[in-house]
Nanobody, 118 residues
Framework: AQLVESGGGLVQAGGSLRLSCGAS????????MGWYRQVPGKLRELVAS???????NYADSVKGRFTISRDNAKNTVYLQMNSLKPEDTAVYYC?????????????WGQGTQVTVSS
């Protein structure tokens, strides 16, 4: 596997979790990284992303609660999730992408379940 996630689980509303995603160096070094989430019957949605130079972007629903970061020395991207809500329950997927000219190439992790109880 080229992207391996960890850190999901069950937490009460208001709690915190940190997701980690390790990538092979050949993918990580020049890729933007992101976290997406998906619930059954809905489209996968972007939660947060970070470029190779550290610029970040967040979905409005998680701004102020989630923080994405990357450790280039460890080829790892993190998602710190605080003040979790039941509506954050989903399978979270790590994503890496890079552009080859005008062609985007994506890599995905296997997903990790996050469940927030009320």
């Amino acid at each position: 596997a080229q992207l391996v996630e960890s850190g999901g689980g069950l937490v009460q509303a208001g709690g915190s979790l940190r997701l980690s995603c390790g990538a092979s160096g050949s993918i990580f070094s020049s890729s933007a990284m992101g976290w997406y989430r998906q619930v059954p019957g809905k489209l996968r949605e972007l939660v947060a992303s970070i470029t190779s130079d550290g610029s970040t972007n967040y979905a409005d629903s998680v701004k102020g609660r989630f923080t994405i970061s990357r450790d280039n020395a460890k080829n790892t991207v993190y998602l710190q999730m605080n003040s979790l809500k039941p509506e954050d329950t989903a399978v979270y997927y790590c994503n890496a992408y890079r552009w080859y000219g005008n062609l985007r190439s994506d890599y995905w992790g296997q997903g990790t379940q996050v469940t927030v109880s009320s």
